[in-house]
């Protein structure tokens, strides 16, 4: 089973700790198969350039203590006859794997810590294996080295991956002698969910629960026809398109965002609200999407699968310009920010909202853009400097998309976006990815370049 199963919880739990409705709405998609959200390739992977003295000793060190700091990753949801819960292991140490690189020439090890992130984005790592973080450290010399983090997405969200090397990089410096700024006290997984339960439910949501109820009457989500139908039984692996946006383009989204008093985000998904109204053939788009779900400060250095799943239903009806999509997304997405509340609760009140992936042949893509709260260029901790690195268009792997298809656009320090596309193959064909990342690059650059000429005619 993908969810661990007991009749008795042990001895030493003093009280049972609820699971989050992020959890469950993760639980929600389990077949017990050991593919989906808990199978071994729902794992992020992110990898970081090493400039300093890289001690292997130490290295191992600070990662056990990452994972004493943060329980999140060593929690497993374990089902018993009362339910659902999170059950605590202790700290153990994580995996890490060496991988010696020392035969690459200078001028090439750039490209090779891709590649090495890249390999390891194609490995499968299985939720039952705790601690649910392991790394992969390249070595090309003493002094320079590539460090991959891996972890399950049951217990991290990219906003946790930035926050394990921010902690791995000061627990590291402090054990070779250095001073570094102390960590800020972090607030365990745990009280989160919690926290969810004594404030999201009751008379504190009601007003949340009846905005949803109005604003998703009648709504459907909007969902792609596949390329193949889920009753022709193809083996279910996820593919990945990656394309870019220029920065040329960027600033020209920042540009019109001030102009509208709008996020990037909202710029993003106007062009993809139009890119459905043309496909599609609707004006009411209701697209899926993620919100980080850290609207409490005390939680943003909290280790933990925090995202939320949100629909942003957009009414394009005698929408003549892209600067009036852009007004009519930027309303949808205010509102909707205002009444976040967890997906589970969306779905009590609009449940006809998903059918359509019922039918045989239709999917759901959802969109997301994610701007990193933390810095991605040089870092320095002690005498180790760490630098992120960039996903690579060659980068054909990823981890897993449980059912259908999501578009990811992340905006990197440089101010270039790129794009990635994950998709089922048993669904889609590659070459619709790629038509459609075409597509969406068209509408966008048409609109951020005359926002206000009229659109093209579906």
């Known amino acids: 089973m993908s969810i661990s199963e007991t009749s008795n919880p042990p001895s030493h739990v003093v009280e049972r700790i609820p699971l989050s409705f992020n959890q469950e709405f993760l639980v929600m998609f389990d077949r017990g198969d050991g593919e989906g959200p808990f199978g071994s390739r729902y794992n992020i992977f992110y990898g970081w350039r090493l400039k300093g003295t890289i001690d292997l000793g130490t290295l191992q060190e600070a990662l056990n203590d990452v994972v004493a700091r943060h329980e999140a990753l060593r929690t497993l949801i374990v089902a018993d006859d009362e339910g659902r819960r999170q059950t605590i292991l202790p700290p153990s140490p994580p995996q890490l794997s060496v991988r010696d690189l020392s ?41 320079d080295a590539v460090l991959v983090l891996i972890a399950h997405h049951t217990a991290v969200d990219e906003w946790s991956m930035r926050l394990l090397m921010r902690d791995l990089a000061s627990f590291y410096a402090t054990r070779r002698g250095f001073q570094v700024p102390e960590l800020p006290e972090v607030h365990q997984y745990q009280e989160f969910a919690r926290w969810q339960l004594q404030n999201l439910t009751g008379a ?63 710029i993003l998904l106007s062009a993809y609200n139009v890119l459905l109204r043309d496909s599609l053939g609707s004006t009411d788009i209701v697209v899926p999407t993620f919100t980080s779900g850290r609207g ?75 701007r990193s709260p933390f810095p991605t260029g040089r870092e320095l901790a002690g005498d180790l400097e760490y630098t992120e690195i ?57 609109g951020i370049t005359a926002p206000d000429a009229p659109l093209r005619q579906s």
Not at 404 to 417: R, V
């Open 103 to 143: 035969q690459t020439p200078p001028g090439e090890r750039d490209r090779r810590a891709g590649e090495l992130l890249n390999e390891a984005e194609a490995g499968a790592y299985g939720v039952q294996e705790l601690p649910l973080l392991r790394a992969v450290l390249g070595r090309f010399d003493d002094q």
């Open 204 to 266: 504190g949501g009601d007003a949340s629960r009846e905005y949803w109820r109005e604003k998703l009457q009648n709504a459907r989500v909007s969902a792609s026809v596949t390329d193949h139908r889920r009753s022709e039984g193809l083996p279910k692996t996820t593919g990945w398109h990656r394309f870019a946006i220029d920065q040329e383009s960027t600033s020209a989204i920042l540009k019109i965002a001030r102009e509208t008093r709008s996020s990037p985000f909202m």
């Open 296 to 370: 409490q400060a005390r939680f943003h250095n909290t280790v933990g699968s925090f995202f939320n799943f949100m629909p942003l239903r957009t009414d394009l009806t005698g929408c003549a310009t892209f600067r009036e999509v852009v007004e009519r997304t930027r309303a949808t997405c205010m509102e909707a920010y205002s009444h976040d509340i967890p997906f589970a609760q969306v779905m009590g009140e609009a449940p006809a909202l998903m059918s359509p992936l019922a039918e045989d042949d239709r999917a759901v893509c959802a969109f997301q853009v994610f």
């Open 390 to 446: 960039p996903r690579r268009l060659s980068q054909s792997e990823g981890g897993d998309v449980p059912d259908g298809a999501l578009w990811q656009l992340e905006i990197d320090s440089s101010g270039e976006i790129l794009g990635t596309l994950g998709y089922n193959r048993n669904l889609f064909e590659e070459s619709t990815f790629s038509t459609l990342a075409s597509e969406f690059a068209r509408v966008l650059r048409e």
